[in-house]
């Protein structure tokens, strides 16, 4: 069983920026990844990282803006939000992938989940 602890959530303005961090209790050769939930909406993906950090993806609406990275000395997984906007506003879940799988952003493939951390973005 994999533990996942978010942190770095908050309320920002508009044009603000988060980091969040996720610490796992262990992420030997997982893949890990971030999505978020807005109310009435479903779970989408964000962004995501592989073991090694050679390939990463992100969610076409937060291209250009959120960056994720990884420090596996450390368990943690980071997602640095820049240029917040309203549309942001979400509880944002930190995910482990099922071991040996290729990097995906389908949230099925993703087999421990963390609490949630909220981001609120004010106009």
């Known amino acids: 069983q994999v533990q996942l602890v978010e942190s770095g959530g908050g309320l920002v303005q508009a044009g603000g920026s988060l980091r969040l961090s996720c610490v796992a209790s262990?992420?030997?050769?997982?893949?890990m990844g971030w999505f978020r939930q807005a109310p009435g909406k479903e779970r989408e993906f964000v962004a995501a990282?592989?073991?090694?950090?050679?390939?990463?993806y992100y969610g076409d609406s937060v291209k250009g803006r959120f960056t994720i990275s990884r420090d596996n000395a450390k368990n943690t997984v980071y997602l640095q939000m820049n240029s917040l906007e309203p549309e942001d506003t979400a509880v944002y879940y930190c995910?482990?992938?099922?071991?040996?799988?290729?990097?995906?952003?389908?949230?099925?493939?993703?087999?421990?989940w963390g609490q949630g951390t909220q981001v609120t973005v004010s106009s």
């Open positions: 990282i592989s073991w090694g950090g050679g390939t990463i």
């Open positions: 262990i992420v030997s050769s997982r893949s």
């Open positions: 995910a482990v992938q099922r071991i040996g799988r290729r990097l995906t952003t389908t949230l099925g493939e993703y087999e421990y």
